[in-house]
């Protein structure tokens, strides 16, 4: 079973794709990076494909992640977004964190903004939450909580009618 | 009630407070008692009963009610505006932001690269710079070199021409060609003669042809 393929395998771990810092934002659809094999001005280009790529596309799915080799005299990234725009972005003589963090800045999502989408994901995630919008609508569905009057009649010292009557 | 659960069986505790459940393996549970049917009559040990009610005191109801609900006006619009909160940051998230803060979003986002792009295009700029200086100088050094290279060459050619110029008034052309011929057959040069170690030819006494003549003879 292969395990550690190529050549700098923990690429290839979850933990490692988690750690991912750039969510590009919703409305880039198309994220294509543009560099050479040789040239001292593009190492910052092809580190950044090699380490921080991988990250990208785990980040972002639906985004279509395209690299073109050996094209260009100078390397740059451009991002295509959903109502036409396009922004260029140029990485000439940039080491690969500069580039990483000028794109979190310019095409992705903030802390905040990933911090509330981690919110609203983890109500969905959690099994243990129970009403609306969840698996068990009320907490009498959960094993070891008090079950539902409707379905098992409550013990006599919980039912108000009994106690009062008894009283008279 | 619940602090019986700690350390027992869930369905131990509850059947021992109360709650009528058998240990089944397979839990189905199933509605017992929904609610007496409106045909059936009373049961008779309930036809004669009066419930005793307590008696209230209109002012502490009138208060009671007034302090209910205040309290549950407060609660509910709490409850209300967390709510309307909720689904405004779910709506945010959701949508996005609205189309002018998108495209206000847009421009300084773009306004930042274009920044970073201009710093990149002088480093650049720069750089084309020096690379342009380099191959100038190297043509140059080169261009010198060749010119070198064709003078050299110009000399050796002049130099072999004046040696073939000097060489020239000895060659045989048409003009001399009988001249030639005639000193040729006048000038016959002996080959027959030795020479020793030290250098020193011994001629012969014989003339040339004069041997031909012998064996004819």
């Known amino acids: 079973m292969p395990f550690m393929v190529g050549k700098a395998p923990i690429r290839r771990t979850l933990r490692y794709l988690e750690s991912g810092k750039l969510v590009l934002k919703d409305k880039i659809k198309i994220f294509s990076i543009n560099y050479n094999t040789y040239g001292n001005h593009h190492k910052g280009a092809r580190s950044f494909v090699f380490w921080n790529l991988p990250q990208l596309q785990y980040k972002n799915k639906a985004v279509q992640v395209v690299t073109f080799r050996n094209i260009t005299p100078s390397p740059f990234i451009k991002c295509y977004y959903d109502d036409g725009k396009q922004i260029l972005i140029d990485i000439d003589s940039r080491t690969n964190d500069e580039i990483l963090s000028h794109l979190i800045k310019v095409v992705g999502k903030s802390l905040d903004t990933l911090e509330a989408e981690a919110i609203a994901a983890e109500k969905k995630d959690n099994p243990a939450n129970f009403g609306v919008g969840c698996a068990r609508s009320c907490m009498c569905e959960i094993p070891g909580q008090v079950p539902c009057p409707g379905v098992l009649p409550l013990p006599f010292h919980m039912r108000g009618k009994h106690r009062h009557a008894n009283k008279n | ?217």
């Open chain 2, 1 to 217: 009630m619940l602090r019986n659960l700690l350390g027992k069986t869930t369905i131990d505790s509850l059947s021992a407070n109360g709650f009528n459940i058998s240990y089944n393996p397979v839990c189905v549970q199933s509605v017992r008692w929904r609610r007496k049917p409106r045909w059936i009559p009373k049961a008779k040990t309930k036809i004669f009963r009066i419930p005793n009610h307590k008696p209230l005191l209109p002012e502490e109801t009138h208060e009671w009610l007034r302090i209910n609900n205040n309290y549950k006006l407060q609660m509910n619009s709490v409850r209300a505006f967390f709510r309307e909160e909720v689904m405004n940051k779910k709506k945010l998230i959701a949508q996005g932001q609205t189309p002018a803060d998108e495209e206000a979003e847009f421009e300084r986002c773009k306004s930042i690269n274009d920044e970073w792009n201009q710093e990149i295009a002088n480093i650049r700029d720069a750089r084309y710079a020096r690379i342009m200086k380099k191959r100038c100088e190297k043509l140059e050094t080169s261009l010198d070199h060749l010119e070198r290279i064709k003078e050299l060459q110009m000399t050796k050619i002049e130099e072999r021409v004046r040696i073939q110029k000097e060489k020239s008034t000895t060659f045989i052309t048409r003009k001399n060609i009988d001249q030639a011929i005639e000193h040729a057959l006048s000038n016959q040069v002996d080959f027959n003669f030795s020479i020793d170690l030290q250098g020193n030819i011994y001629k012969g006494d014989e003339k040339p042809g004069s041997v031909a003549k012998k064996e004819a003879n």
